[in-house]
């Protein structure tokens, strides 16, 4: 173990010194990429490295910072794969006397519709003495911070919770139907939720061309506008104030009410609840956002007893990933903040630590290759040489990754589109092609 920590240490060390050193002069290929119309007056860093030479073989501003947007769930992911085993941790539960006092972990899996089996609801049901959960584990925040805040009613940014059930989301559902009636069609209209809900909602007057769903920010009040299509279903991310509303949802289904306490459990017991690559492929492949929040929260109580992300950034930070080229500013597990600031070779000694921590093979499963996942339509040809995680905001993109060359060489590279006004499609292209190219090349 101590050799293969110093070797780790050299490799860094090289790694870092070359990071240091003034920047190779630019190639024909980037010069190709920077020049491209579609990246006119954006910022562009780009890190490719050959893991046969142990050198960087294309290098531009790739010791600058970029917001990387959902390249953060690249050190998510890191966090997720070295801290929470084989199986997640789906619920913590300890008898004493007549109760079963339990905790949430986190969870996000938790009668989600991504899962079929369901241990902790199953475990839940055969319960017979009152059940308590704890509320003090809990110590951050629904949203994250720097998160757009007017975005709280879309699919890609549910709220964070210690309990999450359903994916933290409502789907609301619009059917219509037309029907004769004495010679004449009548349009009957029927709108439902799955799962069912108790909350407060009010019907708009009039249709509109559209169906929607809209909700105050801090409340489960919701206003339905009708809409002219015959079918349509809208997921809209509920109010989880904590554990209030999980616990509602969750007593139709394990037919228990359980209560809220403050207190400590000590050795507790766990209910495992999936295979942990189940929700790792994913988070990838869809860019979850949820599934990314919330990796963070069960490591954060794996680690500390308690779910708090800062504390947890700052704790990996410090210790397991303290070995950054640039040390970055990490906020959030999702990457939907935009106060996120890693250089290309951060993701590349990322990457590497990645591969030598978990091996090559388990990542190719996680990550999305070529016309999968955000890589769909997307280097069709390289499926199965590229292995890469995609990134994108508004105005920025990002692709972080491994790449098996024509010559068969393992590349790892990193490339971060900042502040371009142009359409997404148009600098996904331009990158496409700048890597097809360095593949050929190599």
Known sequence: MMHKSIGFFVFSFLLVSCSVQKQARVSPLQKNLIADSALTNAFVGIAVYDTE?????????????????????????YAGMKYLGEQLPGLQYKEEGDTLYIQATGDPTLLH???????????????????VINKANWKAEALGYGWAWDDYLGYYMTERSPLPVYGNYIKWIQQRSIEERDGAKDTASMVFTEPEVNWDVQFKTGKSTAFDVARPRTENKYSITEGKEMSKTIEVPFVTNGLQSALELLKDTVHQTITEESFRITNPEVVYSQPVDSMFKPLMYRSDNFYAEQTLMMVSHQLFGEMDEQKLIAHLLSNDLNGFPQKPKWVDGSGLSRYNLFTPEDFVWLLLKMKDEFGLERLKTILPTGNT????????????????KTGSLTGHLALSGFLISAKNKLLVFSVIVNNHNTSASSVRRAVEKFIQQVRKEN
């Open 53 to 77: 030479t142990g050198k960087y073989i294309h290098q531009h501003n790739s010791n600058k910072y970029f917001v990387p947007a959902s390249n953060i769930k690249l050190p998510t992911l």
């Open 113 to 131: 519709a991504d899962y079929k089996t369901q241990p902790v609801v199953d475990f839940l049901k055969k319960q017979t003495k009152p059940i």
């Open 373 to 388: 996942g955000t890589l769909r339509n997307y280097y069709v040809d390289e499926a199965g040489f590229i292995f890469a």
